[in-house]
C-alpha cells in the first residue's frame, strides 16, 4: 500500500525566507507527483507535476524536485510572501495497489500548514 | 473558462438519510475523480469515472456510489448517512485518465457536508 509523508506538519516563516517542504513516498514505482495548494475550506490549486522521469520543474518562484528512488520530493519556495500561507499537499499516482481497482487513484499526504508572517 | 464546479457548497443532513453531490468538469475533461476530505487530513480517493465508465474506485463501503453522464458531468451519491461521513467532498476533473502524462488533476472547490 502506498503511503505518504509530508514533512513538517506545520511551518511558521517571517516573510521572506526561503523554504523546504518535504515528501516522502513508500512505493518508488510512480508515474507522477503533484504539489498542490490548499486555502481554508476551499478546493486544491495544481502548483506543480513532476512526471517519473523528471528530476525537478519549477515555476515563479516554486521549485519541486523528484527523486523516484529514495521516494522523495521537495517543494522550494523562494523569498516568501504572506500570500503563501496556506496547505500545501503532495500527491503520488502510482505505486503499490493503485492498480486494478484504484486505477486512477492519487494518493496524498496530509499536509504542511504554511504560515508566512509580515 | 469556468473550473470545476460543485453543487451545493454547504449540506447538513441527519443520520440515515441519503445525499447527492454534483460536479460539472471543466469543458473538455472527460475524467472526473470524487474524493473526501475529513478536516485535517489529506484527500481520500473514492470513484474514477472516464468516458463515463467507472475505472477506479477507492476504499469506500457500497454506501457511496456515483455515476457520470454523457456530458461528462457526475454525481456523488452516499446512503443511510454516518457521523463520519462528514467531510469535505472533492471532484476533479482532468482531459485524461487522472495523473496520467501531462495531464494535472483540477479540482473544484467541493461541498461541504455535515451529518448530525
Known amino acids: 500500500k502506498q503511503e505518504v509523508t509530508q514533512i513538517p506538519a506545520a511551518l511558521s516563516v517571517p516573510e521572506g525566507e526561503n523554504l523546504v517542504l518535504n515528501c516522502s513516498f513508500t512505493?518508488?514505482?510512480?508515474?507522477?507527483l503533484q504539489w498542490f495548494r490548499q486555502d481554508p475550506g476551499k478546493g486544491l490549486t495544481s502548483l506543480l507535476l513532476i512526471q517519473s522521469s523528471q528530476r525537478e520543474q519549477t515555476s515563479g518562484r516554486l521549485n519541486a524536485s523528484l527523486d523516484k528512488s529514495s521516494g522523495r520530493s521537495t517543494l522550494y519556495i523562494a523569498a516568501s510572501q504572506p500570500g503563501d500561507s496556506a496547505t500545501y499537499l503532495c500527491?503520488?499516482?502510482?505505486?503499490?495497489?493503485?492498480?486494478?481497482?484504484?486505477?486512477?487513484?492519487?494518493?496524498f499526504g496530509q499536509g504542511t500548514i504554511l504560515t508566512v508572517h509580515p | 473558462d469556468a473550473g470545476v464546479t460543485q453543487s451545493p457548497t454547504h449540506l447538513i443532513k441527519t443520520r440515515g438519510q441519503h445525499v447527492t453531490l454534483r460536479c460539472s468538469p471543466i469543458s473538455g475533461h472527460k475524467s472526473v475523480s470524487w474524493y473526501q476530505q475529513v478536516l485535517g487530513q489529506g484527500p481520500q480517493f473514492i470513484f474514477q469515472?472516464?468516458?463515463?465508465?467507472?475505472?477506479g474506485r477507492g476504499n469506500f463501503p457500497d454506501r457511496f456510489s456515483a455515476r457520470q453522464f454523457p456530458n461528462y458531468s457526475s454525481e456523488l451519491n452516499v446512503n443511510a448517512l454516518l457521523l463520519g461521513d462528514s467531510a469535505l467532498y472533492l471532484c476533479?476533473?482532468?482531459?485524461?485518465?487522472?495523473?496520467?502524462?501531462?495531464?494535472?488533476?483540477?479540482f473544484g472547490n467541493g461541498t461541504r457536508l455535515t451529518v448530525t
Open positions: 469515472y472516464y468516458e463515463k465508465e467507472e475505472r
Open positions: 500527491a503520488v499516482k502510482g505505486g503499490e495497489g493503485a492498480g486494478g481497482t484504484s486505477y486512477g487513484k492519487l494518493t
Open positions: 512505493d518508488s514505482a510512480i508515474y507522477n
Open positions: 476533479a476533473s482532468s482531459l485524461r485518465i487522472s495523473g496520467m502524462g501531462n495531464s494535472p488533476l483540477h
